[in-house]
């Protein structure tokens, strides 16, 4: 064996790829069996991050525990001894993260069920021998429940070593909990999931002074924002991300006040869920505000007016400045009533931010724009590696952006991977047998990977996936608008029209990677055809 293999720093950056192999753990736990110079190496990695205590007890002598069939819960059959004891720190000193990773970068932690907890256990784990943490080296914990009964065993897993927390604000109601978390004070993100309370409610939540005692938080996300945790916020030194939700009826005289600069003076992420304020109420907040965050991400529940999105487009250039802010996002859940329209004067406010990656707009309104519109966006925004214009709710009217506009864009905005655009196609979208001889795509180069054509219509797949084959040099996902209106549909009627338009556009999805593969067939025929010219 070479040297550097037993270099633990080494060892643990081959293991955590193992780890990540189809049946990387069952490796590792042969790997710490049969080489005693990996075995440490190997059960640091395996115990690294654990998705449920429950995994932890399973590891204790037999006869200290049993699963009834009846209840399917795990019970103790005597008191933990010393040397029960002994075992579990063993393993639960490796332990590092007490979390399991799923989809929207939502967690579970102590994932109890099916193999629920019995009182007993929780009670002994409260209590573990010299009254110190459970696992003492813990760094991630992502606690989900909101039983009064576990609230013990929580506050026997916050470790002075916590780095990231995630928990329900209902724990919140524990001066004991609150304490603990305040002494932990490496502690830089802190996640309070959904719930019906402010953070800073009385007399339950989290108190202004409680919360400035962390002074290493970098990352905050709650539920709801009130007018106290606002303006405290206002004043972290080190807050990098915000994320939470406007309260409702929120009186802008306890906060316009306190947002005069400098404040949030090292954020870069915020976002807001504004709920059911109308946009005004953040315009208003964000005049008196002069800061410098390179991301902003807004939901509305109540539609905005073309006036109201004018006025917010200004403001928000105003109170950001126009060097750092690269990412933009202004999205509503559901769709209004009325559908005003937008046009590019809407957005010509964003026009004086430089250095924008990522513009991102879902609102109840009609997009009116065209070729000339696309040609001012990519002069301005060249840097685009993201553009998705009212993706989920269609834009309502005919697209004045034809395939021109398509190759504007995809020419200017070389880093372009991610779009969401309308286009009229008619020009292109012919039978077959008219396909012309000349290419109107000029031969251009993207490396676009999902391209969403919303609410386009077509009628010849074989045409558009022809055109678009000239301008993916690389595979590249395609969907619309219609495929988000019927994807709750059990089958496709070919009499209803948007029917028609998801499967042509399925037909393009499915046209387009054999069409890719000649294009690049003839690429190299041509290469070869130029490389054997005798100059």
Partial sequence: MHRCLTIVEVQHAIFREVQGEYRGKAILARLARTCRTFNNAALDILWETLPSIRYLIRCLPTDLWKIPRHTRKIIFQRAMSS????????????????????????????????????????TALSRPPGNGPLVPKLKTLVWTESDDTYTPLLQSLL???LVDLSLPSFALRSPETIDLITRCPLLKSFCIQDDEFPIFSEPNGISSGTLTRLRSLKSLECHTLNEAAIVTLSNFPSLVELSGKLKDNLQLEKVRPYLAPPTFPSLESLTLDLGGEELSTLTSILEVMRFSPREVSFILDMPPTP????????????ACGSERLSHISLTM???????PEISLITFRPLLALPNVTSFILDVTCDIDLNDDAIDALTKHWPKLTKLSLNALLGW??????????????LTRCVSLTDFALAVDFSEVDTPPSFIPRSRPAHEVTSYCRNANFVSSTIE???????????????????????????????????NDPEDCYQRRWERVDEFLPGFL????????????????IVV
């Fill in 83 to 122: 040397s029960d004891w002994e075992i579990f720190f063993r393993c639960s000193s490796r332990i590092r993260s007490l979390s399991s990773a799923l989809e929207h970068n939502y967690y579970v932690v102590c994932d109890l069920d099916p193999l629920s907890l019995d009182i007993d256990i929780i």
């Fill in 333 to 339: 859940l559901d769709e209004g009533g009325n559908r």
């Fill in 517 to 532: 593969a000649v294009r690049a067939q003839e690429r190299g025929v041509v290469y070869r055809a130029n490389r054997d």
């Fill in 396 to 409: 309502g009217i005919e697209s004045g952006v034809t395939h021109r506009g398509l190759i504007t864009l």
């Fill in 460 to 494: 010849y797949p074989a045409s558009i996936a022809a055109f678009l084959s000239e301008i993916c040099t690389k595979s590249c996902s395609i969907t619309s608008f219609w495929d988000a209106e019927n994807e709750q549909a059990t089958r496709l009627d070919i």
């Fill in 159 to 161: 470790p002075c070593s």
């Fill in 307 to 318: 006036d109201m999105l004018d006025l917010f487009f200004l403001t928000l250039v105003n």
